[in-house]
């Protein structure tokens, strides 16, 4: 339950983003020069804490420090889920074409899997982020590099379960009686993967949030002034002598998500494997 509350909360602020920060008169893109001292490090406790920034300012810019979390989970959420999606739908189709046909294809594409598994994904999102032009949508890009370098853990799990299905009983049945191999598989093999794509995809989320907050972290994800949980954690390391409340706020909020994500998981398998 703590897991959903979690992720639920999340997703609402992801979801009405705009609508936070214009309630609380807070914006992201505005620079409060007047909170930085001369070193452009915030004046007063706690990251200069106030009324008007309850969880202080940026060094260096004087961004709300909350305005600018608000606003990149939006960001870091968007691109999880995006990648999400891709990753599931090549997984899904690659490992059930796999499992379920059999033979040379499983063969090629089972081996396709075990080298991007040995393939170091994210130095190649670093190289390819580097040297796409700098007009692609960000965002998007990030989305398409991670979704794209997501799918061989699903696949393979697919695969597997697709081989189980394809020599059950109900399955040989359906195929002995005439039923073509597409309506068997869309039919019988199908539905009785939903509960382990549900439950995999759901357990992927915390790898995807983190992959996308590295390459921000790394300087090739989102690029300034978009807010992102990655950009900030990267931005706050050069400042967490002077200034840690510019690391903590930001990843306890991805340290909680990614929490929130692993419990759901759990919970959903738990209540898969009950029925």
């Known amino acids: ?39 452009s490090v915030p004046s007063g406790s706690f990251g200069g804490a106030s ?4 969880l202080g300012v940026e060094p260096l810019t004087g961004r709300d420090l909350l305005a600018v979390i608000v606003a990149g989970t939006r960001t870091s959420l968007f691109i999880a889920l995006g990648a999400l999606a891709i990753s599931t739908l090549l997984g899904l189709v690659i490992g059930v074409t796999a499992g379920f046909i059999g033979g040379w294809v499983d063969r090629i594409l089972s081996g396709a899997i075990n080298v991007l598994f040995g393939f170091p994904s994210l130095l190649f999102m670093i190289a390819l982020s580097a040297v796409l032009p700098a007009t692609f949508p960000r965002p998007v890009l990030v989305v398409f590099i991670v979704g794209i370098f997501g799918w061989p853990g699903m696949a393979r799990v697919i695969r597997a379960q697709a081989l189980s299905l394809r020599n059950r009983n109900f399955v040989r049945a359906a195929l002995v009686i005439g039923v073509s191999p597409l309506h068997a598989l869309v039919r019988e093999v199908l539905p009785n993967l939903r509960a382990l794509v549900v439950v995999f995809a759901t357990t992927s989320m915390p ?10 972290f790394l300087g090739v994800g989102v690029p300034a002034p978009t807010p992102s949980w990655g950009r900030s954690i990267g931005d706050a390391v050069a400042w967490v002598q002077t200034d840690p409340w510019f690391l903590i706020f930001p990843g306890i909020a991805l340290v909680l998500l990614t929490l929130g994500f692993n419990l759901v998981g759990d919970g959903l398998r738990n209540a898969f494997n009950a029925t």
């Open 51 to 54: 009324a008007a920034h309850p």
């Open 1 to 39: 339950m703590f897991g959903l509350i979690v992720v639920a909360f999340f997703v609402l602020v992801a979801a009405f983003a705009p609508l936070i920060n214009g309630l609380l008169d807070i914006d992201p893109y505005t620079f409060h020069s007047e909170t930085l001292d001369a070193q």
């Open 207 to 216: 790898g995807l949030i983190a992959t996308e907050a590295s390459l921000s």
